[in-house]
Every structure is written in C-alpha cells, then in structure tokens.
C-alpha cells in the first residue's frame, strides 16, 4: 500500500479524525428494501458494477495468489481482527472477470468530471455476511491521490430498508491535487457515479 493508515475507513471516527494530511468523506443512500434488493446490490457490488458503471475501465484484475491470504477484518470500532469467514471460491462474472476477493489488485482507467482516476489498487478486507455485504480498496500507486475507499450494501432488521453506503480518505499526490477544494471536488464525482450505478432507478439520497 502506498499510505499508512490501513483499514481506517472503518473506523467511526473517520470523519472527524481521518488520517494526517488526508480529506475524508462519506454518503449513503437508500435503495430500496427486502431481501431480493439486498441480494441483487450485494452481486452487483462484488462485481465491480459500481466501479464499471462509474465509467471506470478495469484491468489486470489479480486475485491473490496461493490461498492463505483472506484479508483484514475489523470489529464495529475500526480495529482490525481474524478473518471472520474462511476462503471461499474465487466466483468470476459472465466476462470472465474475479470478483471482489481479499488481496485481489487491480488497475483502474478513467476520468470523473474531468479529472483522473487511474489507480492501481488492491482490496484490503471483504465482508459478506447475512445483512451486510461490502468491501474495502486501497491505492497501491499511481494515482493522484492515496487513500482508501470502502464500499458497503446493508440491509436493516429494524425497517427492512436497503442502504448503499461508500467512505473514503483521500491525500494529494499529484501536484494540482494540493489545490484548495480539488481532492474533495473530484471524490464528489466519483461518489455520485458509484451512487447512481448501483442503484440508478431507485436510489433516494439523504
């Protein structure tokens, strides 16, 4: 990973302590509810709908090698623990391409309004459990920022509702990156494409 504090877009205090020289952010939106709209968001997440439907070209997607690696866990404080679930098969989509899986790395190509977001990454930890599906990616290198995005589908016991949530930190790499108001601009972007993608019909923004 090209930046230190692995894992912290887990922890709850992300938004008023993000980690040093970083610009954090977070947004959720309603998208739906039941368990057929819960199991569709979480397919759709775990094979890089959001990512690809943002306008975002994936290549050199790499599952880990070997199978020992299962990823970081963390508890509901943002601290890291075992793996709470062990290894599963590597699942591909009708493309051929891997889902979603711990030390997975991949390369990301595009622009969001206008402003580069190539990246090479890799998937930090995956969660998949009965109500909550999500995971986590953090730049590798070349990217304009370093940081760390996470991504998570869940479905509430208390309403039966259905929320996309996605968190991140960011800190300027590239030079123009360092101008006031550009990280936070071009995070804005990319979280309103990954919003719509996964739910682009049905999507009610608080």
């Known amino acids: 990973m090209d930046y230190a504090a692995v894992g912290a877009t887990h922890a ?13 952010a977070e947004d959720s939106w309603r998208i739906g509810s039941g368990e057929e709209r819960f199991r569709t968001a979480a397919d759709a997440l775990l094979s890089w709908t959001a990512q690809r439907a943002a306008g975002l070209e994936l290549s050199d997607v790499r599952p880990a090698s070997g199978d020992t690696y299962t990823g970081i866990s963390f508890d509901s404080e943002g601290a890291p623990i075992a793996p709470s679930r062990s290894q599963v098969e ?9 889902f979603v899986a711990p030390g997975t790395t991949l390369r990301l190509r595009g622009r969001a309004g206008g402003m580069r977001a190539d990246a090479e990454l890799r998937v930090i930890s995956v969660t998949e459990e009965r109500r909550r599906v999500g995971f986590v990616l953090g730049t590798v290198g070349g990217s304009v920022v370093s940081g760390e995005e996470c991504f998570d589908i869940d479905w509430r016991e208390d309403t039966d509702e259905v929320w996309f949530t996605v968190r991140a930190f960011d800190a ?35």
Do not use: C, K, W
Request: hydrophobic share 30%; net charge positive.
């Open 90 to 98: 590597q699942r591909y989509d009708a493309e051929g391409t891997p």
């Open 172 to 206: 300027p790499v590239s030079l123009l990156y360092h101008l006031p108001g550009m990280v936070r601009r071009r995070r804005r972007e990319l979280f309103a494409r990954y919003l719509r993608a996964i739910s682009p019909l049905y999507a009610t923004p608080v």
């Open 12 to 24: 709850p205090d992300l938004m008023q302590y993000p980690p040093e020289n970083s610009t954090p």
